[in-house]
């Protein structure tokens, strides 16, 4: 639990969609990669719109998303008051209008309590407290690892959202069943799609979206893949065509349009 802000010693600025955002992130500690870029680019969100991330950390998605739709309202909630500080500069430094709470999701701030929202995104700890390795940072174990069962995020996105709203999150694929579960039993039109890392293998990640009041089937979408050839060097040289548009260009990561 990282409770007190970051020093600027203990920072780096790094460059996000090509440059164009800059994210202040801890040396040690949790650090953005793919995901929250993935997560952003997933929302289909309009100007006007409000948004509402789930742990938000230090908010690499709402920056994501906030420069791919300009004119939104980005708001987050984050359990630990250090990310949720540097939430708030990395929304201010990139032009960007934000709020961002600090306290459990579980049990919100009296402020949050009576928001609703167009959109719920969030990419909850990849692991259940005790599984997965342990982090050395507490800050970097808390964004790995938790208690809070993904039915509650789900339960808690749910209440947050406005009718026939939706909420988008990111997951690796171990914790698939558990999170459609939650969906299935909150929210209707789900949709799921997996992200392979590159052709020909299994998914590590997926995305699953479903909406408030929403009655359309279940969609499984045709996995997309992210990655080209294996080659030497850093990973971000060898995307596919359409994720480097995602990744470095701050394109949208469409799931398939209906066939026919």
């Not at 800059?22 to 949790?30: H, I, M, S, T, V």
């Not at 201010?92 to 929202?117: H, K, M």
């Amino acid at each position: 639990m990282r409770a007190e802000p970051f020093p600027e010693d203990e920072l780096t600025r790094d460059a996000m969609l090509g440059g164009k955002v800059q994210l202040w992130q801890p040396r040690e500690g949790y650090r953005a990669g793919t995901d929250p870029v993935l997560l952003a680019a997933s929302v289909q969100a309009r100007a006007g719109q409000s948004v509402l991330e789930l742990g938000c950390g230090g908010g690499a998605t709402l920056c994501c998303l906030g420069m791919r739709v300009p004119g939104l309202r980005l708001c987050g909630i984050e359990i630990q008051p250090g990310y949720a500080d540097l939430a708030r500069r990395n929304l201010s430094d990139n032009g960007l209008q934000g709020e961002v709470w600090e306290g459990d999701l579980t049990d919100p701030p009296r402020a949050l309590r009576g928001e609703s929202f167009d959109m719920v995104v969030a990419n909850p700890p990849y692991f259940e407290t005790g599984k997965g390795f342990a982090a050395s940072d507490s800050g970097r174990s808390t964004g790995r690892s938790g208690e809070v069962p993904l039915s509650a995020w789900v339960a808690v996105a749910t209440k947050r959202l406005k009718p026939r709203g939706y909420a988008t999150f990111i997951q690796r694929i171990e914790r698939l069943p558990e999170l459609l579960a939650a969906m299935d039993a909150h929210l209707g039109a789900l949709e799921l799609l997996p992200l392979l890392p590159r052709e020909n293998r299994p998914p590590r990640l997926f995305l699953l979206r479903g909406r408030k009041d929403g009655r359309a089937p279940f969609r499984f979408h045709p996995p997309k893949v992210i990655h080209g050839l294996a080659i030497r060097g850093n990973a971000s040289d060898n995307y596919t065509d359409s994720f480097r548009e995602v990744m470095v260009s701050g394109a949208s990561l469409e799931f398939e349009p209906d066939q026919g």
